[in-house]
């Protein structure tokens, strides 16, 4: 199996004021938070890597992903002019309510809000994806993979979620009740999913 380290973007203006993003592009730049958070995902890769030459750069191709990654590549050490942009790392589409703030999806929609696991509202968007959608996408992304493959991966908060779960074969559900962090870096090795924290003796101070 390959061997993946796989990180969320940093914080962006939109996760600030819970504003829903999936795929939209429109101008939600990283906050000064999230600068920093991608600093310390790349301080932490430059601790795990080795030799960053061995190791091939994904993201998905939005903006927050991409802003992420290079300020990544900059402190790793890694060439982002060899980073690979590829569609299927995007996050879960969420269709007609990507631009709506989370609070008013609940108050307008509380149904939604009562699903978990595969029946969570992201996933019962009018127009978005299902988890199949994304199990779909993810899976044919991780099959391209070779076995004793290097890769960092810069992806999203649930799109990150179903490659764990992919990875690993844990129940879908159980991995989707977990948390999305903007302070860790998982690694993916050998059908196992562990998880590194990051800021401890990388830039001096964590980033919760």
Known sequence: MPTILLMRHGETQWNRIRRIQGHVDAPSPLTLKGVDQARTYGATLRRLMGDPREWQVFTSPLARCVQTTG????????????????????????????????????????????????????????GGE?????????????????????????????????????????????????????????VLRDGAVGRVPCGDGDSGRRTA
Do not use: N
């Not at 649930?158 to 948390?179: N, Q, T």
């Open 71 to 126: 300020v990544v590549c900059e402190t790793a050490g890694l060439d982002f002019a060899d980073v690979v942009l590829d569609e299927r790392l995007k996050e879960v589409g969420t269709g007609s309510f990507s631009g709506w703030l989370k609070p008013d999806l609940e108050r307008r929609h509380p149904e939604l809000m009562t699903g978990h696991g595969l029946a969570a509202w992201y996933f019962r968007c009018p």
């Open 130 to 186: 299902t988890w199949a959608d994304m199990a779909e996408r993810i899976g044919a992304w991780l099959a391209d993979r070779k076995p004793g493959d290097r890769v960092v991966a810069v992806t999203h908060g649930i799109a990150g979620k179903v490659m764990r779960a992919l990875y690993s074969g844990r129940p879908p559900a159980e991995v989707l009740a977990e948390d999305s962090p903007q302070d860790a870096v998982f």
